[in-house]
């Protein structure tokens, strides 16, 4: 079987984009290959986080793994910071890579923008997300393509390591779903849905109630000619609503033109309403059901040991092969 590795930060209610564009394509990939699953909650301490919320984030994340069809009878699902491996290689990698190519990365620039200076781990933390990858041995890497520069990053330290110190890691690979890779705001078209937006109405969280969903999208921007077509380029609002559509639905985008040819963005809109809100429910039923539930903590901690078990076997093949003592 293959090894898929992935992650999602536990830093608030997670959006339809971080759903549709990366943790779904999660529930496929455990049924063909080993599956880890990881709440990266070392990563969302690059910026300054409340203990509290940390701890309840952390947890939610974990459950809406579940929610939304992890099965931990077929995948690992852990938090990042029970296994201590993930901090350990990302300082080997830190010590492999250049200040050149982490400043290059588009997410350090765009998270740094118009400040003075910058927490260092927000510098140095795709290091950390290429030792969260390679501890397991990974082939693919299901993400959205916004990480696509931070799994090249990726491959290029494994190739490094393995051209200096011998065959360690595997250069994992990138998947990308073809509908849904990337659901965009829906207050500006042209940027990636993103729970930093200010607009609470720019995106829909998995967690949002009826009410919201249907302002959110009623709201949405679009364009002045009425007609239901995908062209991103020229309707870049109707196009992403397309996607989500087609993404949530399972209908395909020419079979949904079709659909609403001639009818305008009102139906369209209030039609759209429905298929996200019918499918947001079904997952809000689990969610509720999980996350005050004693099993919850029970399959971190079991998934805690499953990874610790392959992390430390990565950990003493690279020792080993930098020349480090091992007793």
């Not at 909650?41 to 300054?48: F, K, V, W, Y």
């Not at 952390?58 to 491996?85: H, N």
């Not at 933390?125 to 990974?138: K, R, S, V």
């Not at 963005?265 to 059901?289: M, P, R």
Request: net charge neutral; aromatic share 8%; with cysteine.
């Amino acid at each position: 079987m293959k090894r898929v590795f992935s992650g999602v930060q536990p830093t608030g209610n997670i959006t339809i984009g971080n759903y549709l564009g990366a943790i779904k394509q999660f529930v496929t990939y455990q049924e063909d290959n080993d599956a880890f699953y990881c709440v990266v909650d070392l990563h969302s301490i690059t910026l300054p986080q409340d203990p509290k919320e940390l701890h309840k984030n952390s947890l939610s994340v974990a459950a809406m793994y579940m929610a939304v069809g992890l099965d931990p009878s077929k995948c690992t699902i852990f938090l990042q910071s029970s296994v201590k491996e993930h901090a350990e290689l990302g300082w080997f990698l830190q010590c492999m890579s250049s200040t050149g190519e982490l400043s290059r990365m588009t997410q350090f620039k765009d998270k740094s923008r118009g400040q003075e200076s910058a927490p260092t781990g927000l510098f140095t933390y795709p290091t950390l997300m290429a030792a969260d990858i390679l501890l397991y041995d990974t082939n693919y890497v299901p993400v959205g393509n916004d990480q696509k520069q931070h799994l090249e990053l990726t491959r290029d330290l494994a190739m490094r390591f393995n051209n200096r110190f011998g065959k360690t890691f595997v250069v994992p690979e990138y998947k990308e779903q073809k509908v849904g890779a990337r659901i965009m705001s829906l207050d500006e078209p042209t940027s990636k849905m993103s729970k930093s937006n200010p607009n609470e109405h720019s995106r829909i969280c998995l967690l949002d109630p009826p009410n919201k969903v249907k302002k959110s999208l009623m709201r949405s921007t679009t364009d002045s000619d009425m007609e239901v077509r995908f062209d991103p380029e020229n309707k870049a609002g109707v196009s992403n609503l397309l996607t989500i559509y087609s993404a949530f639905s399972g209908l395909s985008i020419k079979d949904l033109e079709k659909k609403y040819e001639g009818l305008g963005y009102g139906t369209f809109k209030k039609e759209l309403v429905v298929v996200v809100n019918d499918s947001l429910a079904e997952i809000q039923d689990k969610y509720n059901k999980i996350i005050d539930s004693p099993e919850l903590l029970e399959v971190l901690k079991t998934g805690a040991d499953r990874a610790r078990e392959v992390a430390s076997a990565t950990m003493d093949r690279v020792k080993k092969n930098m020349g480090f003592v091992t007793l």
